[in-house]
Each structure stands twice: as C-alpha cells, then as structure tokens.
C-alpha cells in the first residue's frame, strides 16, 4: 500500500521544492543579480584569465545591462579597461578603435589619431598602455582633469552611438571630478 501523495508526485515535489528553497535562502546575500547587492562588485567578475584568453568576459563586457535602480553596467571604465586589454587582437573592437582613437586626436593626448592607427596589434596595445601609465604617473592638476575628461566627453559624443555614451555620462554624473 503505496502513500497516495508519494505515489501522485505531490509530497515528492513539495520535499524537492523544499531543499531548493532551503539551498537558494543560504545563498542569499552570496549570489545576486542586483547592482544594490553586488557593492561595487564588477559586473563580468574578476578573473586570473587575460581578457584575450576569456571570451566569456569578454562577451559580458561588450554588454549594456540597465539594472532596476537605472544604472548601466558594466561601467564605462570597465569597458574603457577592456578596450586597453583587448587592444593586441588582430579582431579589435570597432568602438574601441573609434573612440580610443578620437581620445588621441586631443591635444591632451598628442593630437593624432594615426599614432594609435597606424600601429600593429601588439605595438597598439604597448602604446595604449604605456601612455596611460604616462599621462597619470606623476598625477595630474584638475586643470589636466578638466581638458582629458572634455576630450573624453567629446569622443564618446562622437564615436559612441550606442548605450556606451551614456555609460559615459553616468559615470561622469557618479564622479567626483
């Protein structure tokens, strides 16, 4: 004589639905997909992987995700950071290319975009590295701060007709100039 819940699925369901409710309550606060949770917290994660090495990363950093508090994520510096990392790939990013290059059409950063353009992928990412160590080795005055974030405004206005403008603005609008 088999017990008519156990034989009808019902008490085996309710048990199974029961430990996954009891699994997700102690993941709470560990695992979210809320920016309110994630506390400054990168929306692609971190990883050991260089960013060429990590297509999964990658594909998450090319994202523009309007989270329900209104932010966009992952933030314009952390696409930018990608642009830099990625900069050796035969394949670049065409938005990287565009608004990285336009940057270095500003004076503040030499005024001329052939110096990045005409580069090969791994002398271009040498190049992308080595003058963003320069331009903030010895720090910069808020003078300095005001041309390269007018030049930056300006390139991603130009270059970025997509949600990267306005992750562009949002963390100008988040920071502390």
């Known amino acids: 004589s088999e017990d008519p819940e156990i034989a009808s699925g019902g ?28 506390d400054g917290y ?10 060429e090495e990590d297509p999964v990363r990658r594909f998450c950093l090319r994202q523009c995700r309007v989270e329900s508090n209104g932010m966009i994520r992952p933030t314009f510096d952390e696409w930018e950071q990608y642009c830099r990392e990625t900069a050796a790939m035969p394949a670049w990013d065409s938005e990287c290319e565009a608004y990285l ?15 990045m353009l ?20 010895e720090g910069i005055t808020k003078e300095q701060r005001c041309v390269l974030d007018k030049c930056h405004a300006y390139c991603a206005k130009l270059e970025l007709h997509s949600c990267r ?11 502390d100039p």
């Not at 290059?101 to 110096?115: H, K, L, P, Q, Y």
């Not at 403008?165 to 920071?175: D, I, N, W």
Request: charged letters at 25%; a negative charge.
């Open 118 to 137: 005409s580069l090969s992928p791994s002398e271009r990412y040498e190049f992308l590295m080595d003058t963003k160590a320069d331009m903030y080795a």
């Open 42 to 51: 990168p929306m692609c994660g971190y990883s050991k992987l260089h960013l």
């Open 165 to 175: 403008e306005a992750q562009y603005r949002q963390g100008c609008l988040a920071g």
């Open 11 to 38: 008490g085996l369901r309710r048990n199974e639905t029961a430990a996954r409710e009891r699994i997700l309550s102690s993941l709470a606060g560990a695992i979210s997909d809320k920016v309110e949770d994630m």
């Open 101 to 115: 290059s336009c940057t270095f059409g500003c004076e503040v950063w030499g005024g001329n975009r052939d110096a």
